[in-house]
């Protein structure tokens, strides 16, 4: 299958008129698996939210290529899902099947073998029944990509997956992020690993509230790069207001 590109076209995004992210213009390859990275407190979540639309940018625009809501599938930070909701195991999972089974109807059998196999490949046979909040950290987003293989969208937007998680759940979920670039499905995760991102992500978008660079990851995480972007996070306005609007750059 291939993956429509998406293309961010001078997008600044804002929390109550202060900027977060600015200007930033560039394409997601169809395909490509790009790691959003840069410092702390660089906008990178803030950068991944808009593209799934749950923020608007005050200025710019997303290009989606006419992708659907359906067509994204998105993991927040594990900080914003509470799992103290009573649910278990194999319900979580099959919410990644509503798009297929609307918000209030049945799902079908085929859609239990399907998630059967997501629980499988995640590792978690025999978890079917447990509840969500008896779940160790790295069980719980072993979980969450399973809903995700559910899903079966066209992008995947993946935020810090891989925070406070053991190494070895790590390395599985690596393999499953390889598994749907292989698919050719587009994959955007925001890392702050830079190590983790040069061995496994292709392409990186490095990212200081300003697009510090973007392309192949062995050529934008380079010492002088790393070494701007840290300036560029140190020395940003936090009261900074919104800027005049920038110019496009040429297609």
Request: glycine share 8%; aromatic share 6%; proline share 5%.
């Amino acid at each position: 299958m291939s993956a429509p590109a998406l293309r961010l076209r001078n997008v600044t995004v804002a929390y109550d008129r202060h900027p977060a992210v600015h200007h930033i213009s560039g394409t997601f390859l169809p395909g490509s698996l790009t790691a959003i990275a840069g410092p702390n407190g660089a906008g990178k979540s803030t950068l991944l939210k808009a593209i799934t639309g749950e923020l608007r940018p005050v200025e710019g625009t997303i290009d989606r290529n006419r992708l659907s809501r359906t067509d994204f599938g998105y993991l927040p930070q594990a900080a914003d899902i509470n799992r103290r909701f009573p649910i278990s195991v194999a319900d979580t999972i099959l919410l990644g099947a509503w798009k297929n089974s609307g918000a209030f109807g049945g799902v079908s059998r085929a859609e239990y073998l399907k998630a059967q196999d997501a629980l499988s490949a995640v590792g978690l046979e025999g978890f079917e029944k447990r509840h969500v909040g008896s779940l160790s950290a790295g069980q719980f987003q072993r979980v969450l990509f399973a809903r995700l293989l559910l899903q079966d969208a066209k992008v995947i937007l993946l935020d810090e997956p891989f925070t406070a998680i053991d190494a070895r759940t790590t390395r599985d979920l690596l393999d499953i992020i390889a598994r749907w670039h292989g698919d050719g499905r587009t994959v955007i995760a925001v890392l702050h690993d830079f190590e983790q991102v040069r061995s496994h992500f292709p392409e990186t978008l490095l990212l200081a509230r300003e697009l510090v660079a973007w392309g192949r990851t062995g050529e934008v995480l380079s010492p002088a790069n790393l070494l701007r972007a840290r300036a560029m996070a140190e020395s940003w306005d936090r009261d900074a207001t919104v800027c005049e609007p920038k110019a496009e750059p040429a297609a």
